[in-house]
């Protein structure tokens, strides 16, 4: 059971603004630590969307940004695609536990 | 480009020990921290631990005392080795470059726990 928790699932139209959350605790967002995200197309590895300081690594392109306030954090996907759909975890660390924790992942479904 | 490659079995039998190779290409091991990382059949991700190309260690606190993960920088190979497994440890195994983030991943080798 994750410390960080996300919705099972978000759908759009393709060109559709979506949103995913990532509600967590004093003990990980809340606290202060980075929180990044993470797609997963099907049958393949997690691939980084969102580096330190919130950048994009090279090839992620920019209709993928993170944002976080209090003890949450949230991905938007501007614009979106076929090509989006997919499994969408956050990662943060957790004091309380002593490690590093990824959210209970959202399927995100393109209408 | 970094890349790196799981290894090893993909059976394993109940209260045996899981043995696993990384291998890393198009860089090297020095400088960084590795981490594997797992994924039961249809489930979230699991951080296991990492390694530093020093030999330092952090494991996650559910599977410590099970779990060892170290280094060969003259092969540029980082190991996992979980000792008495149980079905519950199914899962694709992920190595990965650093941690928090991880941003380099293996492409991950399923490994099955049964007698």
């Known amino acids: 059971q994750s410390v960080l928790t996300q919705p099972p699932s978000v759908s759009g139209a393709p060109g559709q603004r979506v949103t995913i959350s990532c509600t967590g605790s004093?003990?990980?967002?809340?606290?202060?630590?980075?929180v990044h995200w993470y797609q997963q197309l099907p049958g393949t590895a997690p691939k980084l969307l969102n580096n330190?300081?919130?950048n994009r690594p090279s090839g992620v392109p920019d209709r993928f940004s993170g944002s976080k306030s209090g003890t949450s954090a949230s991905l938007a996907i501007a614009g979106l695609q076929a090509e989006d759909e997919a499994d969408y975890y956050c990662q943060s660390y957790d004091s309380g536990l002593g490690d590093f924790v990824f959210g209970t992942g959202t399927k995100v479904t393109v209408l | 480009q970094v890349q790196l490659r799981e290894s090893g079995p993909g059976l394993v039998k109940p209260s045996e020990t899981l043995s696993l190779i990384c291998t890393v290409y198009g860089g090297s091991i020095s400088g960084y921290y590795w981490s594997w990382i797992r994924q039961p059949p249809g489930k979230g991700l699991e951080w296991i631990g990492y390694?530093?190309?020093?030999?330092?260690?952090k494991y996650n606190r559910s599977l410590r005392g099970r779990v060892n993960i170290s280094v060969d920088t003259s092969k540029n190979q980082f190991s996992l080795k979980m000792s008495s497994v149980t079905a519950a440890d199914t899962a694709v195994y992920f190595c990965a470059r650093d941690f928090d983030p991880f941003d380099y991943w293996g492409q991950g080798i399923l490994v099955t726990v049964s007698s």
């Open positions: 390694v530093h190309h020093r030999g330092n260690t």
């Open positions: 330190v300081n919130n």
């Open positions: 004093s003990s990980n967002i809340g606290a202060g630590y980075d």
